[in-house]
């Protein structure tokens, strides 16, 4: 989580994820084109625009997307 994100109070932190959560209208990339992965998106919230996106890889950090 990035640290402006992690620095709001608990219940807008909380509020934020949750748009992450119900969003359906995610950024184009190569990948969502080929329609297998929705990974990256924007979320406006409290008049700012946040960009997300979810990174993951294996434990050893061998095979990660980011």
């Known amino acids: ?3 402006k994100v992690a620095s709001l109070p ?3 932190k909380q509020e934020l994820v949750e748009s992450v959560q119900e969003l359906d209208n995610f950024i184009e990339t190569k990948a969502t084109k080929l329609g297998s992965e929705h990974n ?3 979320v406006t919230y409290n008049e ?3 960009l997300w ?6 434990k050893q950090l061998k095979s990660c997307s980011f």
């Open 10 to 12: 608990q219940d807008q």
């Open 53 to 58: 996106t979810i990174d993951y890889g294996d």
């Open 40 to 42: 990256f998106g924007l």
């Open 1 to 3: 989580m990035a640290p």
């Open 48 to 50: 700012t625009d946040y």
